[in-house]
């Protein structure tokens, strides 16, 4: 839903750390290197995934000098990670071709959305369901059946089972969005050299990840297993 205000400018905290190639997740950095565009959309994209990325790193931060500790307290994450969500509310992305760029767009918006209702929730915050998300991202075709015929089928490959993951810890067992998305996790392992779990999650880490995701991947990596 499109926020129906501004955030407020007083509440906006100091900006994270300058957005450079050392805060972007590294398939996206490959991709940008790779194919360089001045698209407003794009780069309102990429701007976001910088923040979220640079959220991560801070979470980690935190999460090693509290642990557990770190989620009585929302207030300072809160405020920086409420700041990067009205972003991509406020501007989701017009999908209106079935272009490769548009799609990967709205993929990525969509993951970060999921990303942060997660991390809300391990505040004990109740930001809204998942499952319409979920539901949006499992149903996206490049989602489904990924990226051909570009010179960042890797790093692509990359993003789609970051995506995937996300929505497979975020899933709903009762609608069938688990089933659905462990099935299409087993498929995409199959492109990679060893078809394994930990040569997947080598990927995934390369994008905006925290800690606090290993347990569920747990749960999810025997859920894969059964069916590979």
């Given at each position: 839903?499109?926020?129906?205000?501004?955030?407020?400018?007083?509440?906006?905290?100091?900006?994270?750390?300058?957005?450079?190639?050392?805060?972007?997740?590294?398939?996206?950095?490959?991709?940008?290197?790779?194919?360089?565009?001045?698209?407003?959309?794009f780069m309102h994209i990429v701007s976001c995934m910088t923040d979220l990325n640079a959220i991560a790193a801070l979470i980690e931060l935190q999460f090693a000098a509290k642990c557990d500790g770190l989620w009585i307290d929302e207030v300072y994450t809160g405020l920086r990670i409420n700041s990067i969500v009205?972003?991509?509310?406020?501007?989701?992305?017009?999908?209106?071709?079935?272009?490769?760029?548009?799609?990967?767009?709205?993929?990525?918006?969509?993951?970060?959305?999921?990303?942060?209702?997660?991390?809300?929730?391990?505040?004990?915050?109740?930001?809204?369901?998942?499952?319409?998300?979920?539901?949006?991202?499992?149903?996206?075709?490049?989602?489904?059946?990924?990226?051909?015929?570009?010179?960042?089928?890797?790093?692509?490959?990359?993003?789609?089972?970051?995506?995937?993951?996300?929505?497979?810890?975020?899933?709903?067992?009762?609608?069938?969005?688990?089933?659905?998305?462990?099935?299409?996790?087993?498929?995409?392992?199959?492109?990679?050299?060893?078809?394994?779990?930990?040569?997947?999650?080598?990927?995934?880490?390369?994008?905006?990840?925290?800690?606090?995701?290993?347990?569920?991947?747990?749960?999810?990596?025997?859920?894969?297993?059964?069916?590979?």
């Open positions: 839903m499109k926020p129906r205000f501004p955030l407020p400018s007083d509440l906006i905290p100091t900006p994270l750390p300058a957005k450079s190639s050392g805060t972007l997740p590294m398939p996206l950095f490959n991709i940008i290197k790779a194919e360089p565009t001045g698209d407003k959309n009205h972003r991509l509310l406020d501007r989701p992305v017009q999908v209106t071709s079935m272009a490769d760029r548009e799609l990967i767009l709205e993929a990525l918006r969509l993951g970060a959305i999921l990303w942060i209702i997660w991390i809300k929730r391990q505040y004990r915050s109740y930001p809204g369901p998942s499952t319409r998300y979920v539901s949006k991202l499992l149903s996206l075709p490049l989602v489904q059946h990924g990226w051909k015929g570009t010179s960042s089928d890797s790093d692509l490959l990359s993003i789609r089972l970051w995506l995937l993951v996300l929505c497979g810890i975020s899933s709903c067992n009762t609608t069938g969005q688990r089933t659905t998305a462990v099935d299409m996790i087993a498929r995409a392992m199959r492109q990679l050299k060893g078809n394994s779990w930990v040569e997947m999650m080598t990927r995934v880490r390369q994008m905006p990840w925290v800690s606090v995701f290993e347990a569920p991947c747990t749960e999810l990596e025997g859920l894969v297993k059964a069916i590979c």
